[in-house]
């Protein structure tokens, strides 16, 4: 399985951006790049996808590399509620998803 | 139901008895997925489903741990002589593969067990 790198932890400050990185250097090159997050005490929660462009939801953008080995998770303006542990896992298609260590993010009010 | 529901949501049980855990998954989603999560770590494979076949069980740690689905819609989970290290958070999910082929995951809440 390919796999994903992430800092164990991110702190930033609310209402301002706050940008997660994944390094995933042997990624393939029909591999989607998912990113997911864990509320305290809550399954993990879809956040976004991509496979070559830049996308952008109500939830967050993701900034892909043009090599695709790195992607970046960018939340524009953090609240409280954004404090969680985000994954960035790669996904060959209808296949089982791991999940790695993710990064824990911390949002000071 | 609107998302993905899981019971029972906590089970304390003693080390060696048997133990079954459920999940209802999203209507119309043909896939289903079981992880487990210790404390601290991030969720761990253990087999998904399409339809009422198994299409990947790597992730069973032992043969104490099965998983049926017979309907291709309700799976159960179930631990055989359950040990102190089978306590965990199980985490059930269906999914949906979009037409361009990605695959996205909608998790329930997870079901607590604890064996003492």
């Known amino acids: 399985d390919a796999k994903t790198t992430q800092p164990n932890s991110m702190e930033s400050n609310e209402e301002e951006p706050v940008h997660l990185p994944c390094n995933h250097s042997?990624?393939?090159?029909?591999?989607?790049i998912h990113w997911y997050r864990q509320l305290p005490s809550q399954g993990p929660e879809y956040v976004i996808h991509?496979?070559?462009s830049n996308v952008n939801n109500r939830m967050a953008s993701l900034a892909i590399a043009e090599d695709r080995k790195s992607s970046t998770l960018i939340l524009h303006r953090a609240t409280l509620r954004d404090a969680a542990v985000y994954y960035c896992?790669?996904?060959?298609?209808?296949?089982?998803?791991?999940f790695g260590q993710g990064t824990r993010l911390t949002i000071n009010p | 139901g609107a998302g993905v529901s899981q019971t029972p949501s906590n089970k304390v049980t003693e080390k060696g008895k048997y133990v079954e855990l459920r999940c209802d998954p999203i209507?119309?989603?043909?896939?289903l997925y079981w992880y487990r999560q210790s404390l601290g770590q991030g969720p761990e494979f253990l087999i998904y489903?399409?339809?009422?076949?198994?299409?990947?069980d790597s992730g069973l740690p032992n043969d104490r741990f099965f998983a049926v689905r017979p309907e291709g819609s309700v799976s159960t989970l179930k631990i055989q002589r359950t040990e102190r290290g089978d306590s965990a958070v199980y985490l059930c999910?269906?999914?949906?593969?979009?037409?361009?082929?990605?695959?996205?995951?909608?998790f329930g809440a997870g079901s607590r067990l604890t064996v003492l």
């Open positions: 489903f399409q339809g009422t076949g198994a299409a990947d």
């Open positions: 991509g496979l070559t």
């Open positions: 896992i790669l996904d060959p298609g209808a296949q089982k998803l791991v």
């Open positions: 042997t990624i393939s090159g029909t591999d989607y």
């Open positions: 999910a269906s999914s949906l593969v979009l037409h361009s082929g990605a695959n996205v995951l909608t």
């Open positions: 209507s119309g989603h043909t896939a």
